[in-house]
């Protein structure tokens, strides 16, 4: 698609949202990825009040690929009135069929090449987070990626605790997570589980988004991917996740 297709495509997505359709009927099967990632990035630049400060990497680990049957990573834009403090309480009734993963949010110091290395992202780190992704459903992500990539990629909101700084973080990929959700500990899993290391999640990032003349910047806050696979939030629910060496993050649905 060229850019004048792409600007035709947006408003045919942005009428359907406005009636509450997240993926059109009339694009089932007809958008390839590529034109997806594009559609991604021109919707959010139409979207009022929405500042991007940073990206998503969805679907690293194998426990979330083959939870939705999608074999390869993707990526989703961050937007400013999304980053929240831990402790946050939602309201079910303001989500969509939403869920939860838990991840370690990286923020860069510095630019990152298309063909940067994982040593250069662990020099570029300014800081690391534990973190919740809370994402909705909002259509079929494993019968319909492409739109789901156009509709960035379930990304409703971040949740962040407490920062580590550079100097005291600890070998990402050997830091262990364990997720409790009212009490009850669902899963646990270590760093490598997100495509080896999370700094694989990074290069792998640069390396996409300059395809689509994007790129990581320094400042950017970096949702690497999910340790384990995505859990459903309820009402009611209290959620946590405890990343040894990195911290805790919570958060609770009413």
Avoid at 5 to 19: L, M, S
Avoid at 28 to 56: E, M, N, S, T
Avoid at 202 to 210: D, I, P
Wanted: aromatic fraction near 8%; charge should be negative.
């Amino acid at each position: 698609m060229n850019d004048s297709e792409i600007a035709a495509a947006a408003d045919e997505f942005e009428a359907a949202r406005a009636r509450g359709e997240y993926f059109p009927k009339a694009w089932f099967d007809r958008l390839p990825l590529d034109d997806a990632y594009r559609l991604q990035l021109a919707l959010i630049v139409r979207r009022a009040g929405a500042r991007r400060v940073g990206w998503k990497v969805g679907l690293t680990s194998r426990a979330i690929q083959q939870q939705f049957r999608v074999h390869e990573p993707v990526f989703g834009c961050l937007l400013a009135d999304g980053r929240l403090e831990t402790g946050h309480v939602f309201r079910r009734d303001a989500l969509i069929e939403p869920g939860f993963e838990n991840e370690l949010c990286i923020v860069m110091s510095r630019d990152l090449a298309p063909d940067a290395t994982p040593a250069d992202v662990a020099a570029a780190i300014a800081r690391v987070h534990p973190a919740f992704e809370i994402i909705e459903t909002r259509g079929d992500l494993t019968g319909q990626l492409a739109l789901a990539l156009a509709d960035n990629a379930q990304q409703k909101a971040f949740v962040l605790g407490p920062a580590i700084e550079h100097a005291a973080l600890p070998e990402l990929d050997a830091v262990t997570v364990a997720v409790r959700i009212n009490d009850r500990e669902v899963a646990t899993a270590d760093g490598s589980a997100v495509l080896g290391h999370p700094y694989n999640s990074v290069t792998w990032l640069a390396a996409k988004l300059a395809q689509f003349g994007e790129g990581v910047r320094a400042g950017d806050f970096i949702m690497s991917g999910s340790f384990t696979r995505q859990f459903p939030l309820a009402r009611g629910d209290r959620i946590e996740a405890r990343f040894d060496g990195i911290g805790m993050v919570t958060s609770s649905v009413v």
